[in-house]
């Protein structure tokens, strides 16, 4: 769903190849990519500084893990992207179109996440979707 190229695009800074991991907050997979700051050891399987991670569940439990998250936070609905979309209030974006659900984490080492990041990588994922 994401390429390297965008991944570095997001993050301001060159990437790893993406590595696949479990999500368990989302249920589903995800692929993380690496900045050269983010601690090691790493592992795609829990949120760390300076990576891009994103999360595509499909099919009939997206909206169940969309709506799980989202009463996990303190969401900022966000139009523009999907069918419902909301900024978790910290650091990712969320995003429901049709059966698919995107979560969107771009956390930069030494820099507050921002949620602008996150839209960036988004307007060029969700059209994929």
């Not at 190849?17 to 589903?28: F, I, M």
Request: charged share 20%.
């Amino acid at each position: 769903m994401v390429t390297q190229a965008e991944a570095a695009t997001a993050l301001a800074a060159p990437v790893s190849r993406g590595k696949l991991g479990n999500a368990t907050v989302e249920g589903g997979r995800a692929c993380v990519f690496y900045g050269s700051s983010a601690p090691t050891p790493t592992t795609p399987n829990v949120s760390q500084p300076d990576t891009v991670r994103v999360v595509v569940v499909e099919g009939g439990d997206a909206s169940h893990w969309f709506d799980d998250y989202r009463s996990k936070v303190s969401p900022r609905s966000i139009r523009g992207y999907g069918d419902q979309a909301y900024y978790d209030g910290y650091a990712s974006l969320s995003v429901l179109k049709g059966s698919s659900y995107l979560r969107i984490a771009v956390s930069p080492a030494g820099a507050t996440p921002s949620l602008a990041d996150e839209e960036r990588l988004a307007a060029a994922i969700v059209p994929k979707l």
